[in-house]
């Protein structure tokens, strides 16, 4: 027992984490994988496009590949690309693909997110879609997880190939390695040619390395996370001109978001939780977000409870001198005093995104997984800093 415990906690630690792990060591308690040779369970879905898709609208295809997916999963990132080619090549021959996002979007912990711009709702699933302009139907199960439940993806991706009886012939991966250069196996093309020549497939059932699926009872994680950050006290330091300084030399080693604000601006405050979110998602990377209040010293208190009702947990600093011109010249002598201001500054002092204004989420989210450093998952930095094709 104590084994199969340890186990099991080897595996949510790593999963907490945000590191991807295979279909065999991911979650136990999620139903099994679908059996080969057995018959594609029915379902009806929405889709991204705004139409239903049902299992019955593909009857007319030769074979049915249904690949389970999602946005957050680094893993399932660096595998668009060959999903679209994959949909691409065979579209004429007979073969559809269709996408399926099984996770619950409640279900994913803030620090999971630490490798991508959008979580898994229906609403980012168009995000990313349109971003990455996804070639298939993209279909949302998150809400109940019946197809899930149906087909068995213990991670993300994972595909399931069906002949033209919709007999289950292949399920497993896409090829043999999420860095795509190290590829020697391409098992789902390896299937789906063997169908086409009225072949037995060689190897029907491969393991999928990828992100475990996020069931609906894994909601209770998300909220846990969520208490915790609660639990955290919030701390508020006074800035003297070094300091500020040294903050836009960023010698911290860390890719370092920085925003200026005030209590008395409603814009401000308004996308004070946007930090927060942002640096709940990336924090435990190479990334650090510091909040630096303009209001005066002995504004202090008010400062304080405003991030105190934000459960803001960020490094927060208010201006230490009621002189603040001087103080705010100190960070950059350029900058017109007003807020919201914002900059993402590279471990070099390089700034990568600055805004006289509210920012943007998503474009700044895309900044930063773009710019963090590459050495945890390599190849994912190339995957945001590549354009869509």
């Known amino acids: 027992m104590k084994t199969v415990l340890r186990i099991f906690s080897l595996a949510c630690l790593l999963v907490g984490s945000g590191f991807p792990i295979s279909a065999a060591a991911a979650d136990q308690s999620g139903p099994p994988p679908l059996a080969i040779g057995a018959s594609a369970p029915d379902f009806c879905l929405p889709g991204i496009d705004g139409q239903t898709h049902c299992l019955k609208d593909y009857a007319g295809s030769k074979i049915l590949a249904i690949v389970f997916t999602c946005n957050h999963c680094p893993t399932a990132q660096l595998y668009e690309n060959r999903i679209k080619q994959l949909a691409d090549d065979y579209r004429h021959r007979g073969v559809t693909l269709v996408a399926i996002q099984p996770n619950s979007p409640q279900s994913v912990r803030l620090d999971e997110m630490g490798y991508t711009d959008v979580g898994d709702s229906f609403e980012d699933m168009k995000i990313r879609a349109a971003f990455r302009r996804f070639n298939f139907p993209y279909l949302y199960d998150g809400e109940t997880q019946k197809v899930a439940q149906a087909y068995g ?17 292949y399920q497993g991966r896409v090829d043999n390695n999420p860095r795509e250069q190290l590829v020697t196996n391409r098992d789902a093309r390896n299937a789906i ?3 086409l020549a009225g072949k037995p497939v060689p190897l029907a059932k491969t393991p999928s390395v990828g992100c475990s699926t996020k069931w609906l009872y894994k909601e209770e994680g998300r909220q846990e996370e969520l208490g915790e950050i609660e639990a955290k006290p919030v701390q508020l330091q006074k800035a003297i001109a070094e300091e500020l300084k040294a903050l836009r030399k960023n010698a911290s080693g860390k890719l370092l978001l920085i925003n200026f604000w005030a209590t008395w601006c409603g814009p401000c405050r308004t996308e004070m939780p946007e930090f927060q979110t942002i640096y709940r998602m990336y924090g435990h990377r190479a990334f650090a977000v510091v909040t630096v209040s303009i209001n005066y010293p002995d504004e202090q208190s008010g400062v304080l409870h405003v991030l105190e009702t934000m459960h803001a947990t960020t490094r927060n600093l208010i201006l230490g001198s009621t002189d603040i011109y001087p103080l705010l010249a100190a960070f950059d002598s ?18 990568v995104y600055q805004r006289q204004s509210t920012i943007d989420p998503l474009e700044l989210k895309r900044l930063i997984v773009a710019n963090l450093p590459d050495d945890d998952y390599i190849g994912h930095q190339a995957y945001w800093k590549t354009p869509a094709n």
Do not use: S
Not at 334 to 341: K, L, R
């Open 153 to 169: 993806p213990a991670a993300t991706p994972h595909l399931f190939i069906f002949d033209a009886q919709r007999k289950l012939r």
């Open 193 to 195: 040619d063997a169908l």
């Open 334 to 351: 350029d900058w017109n005093a007003a807020v919201p201001f914002t900059m993402l500054v590279r471990p070099n002092g390089e700034v």
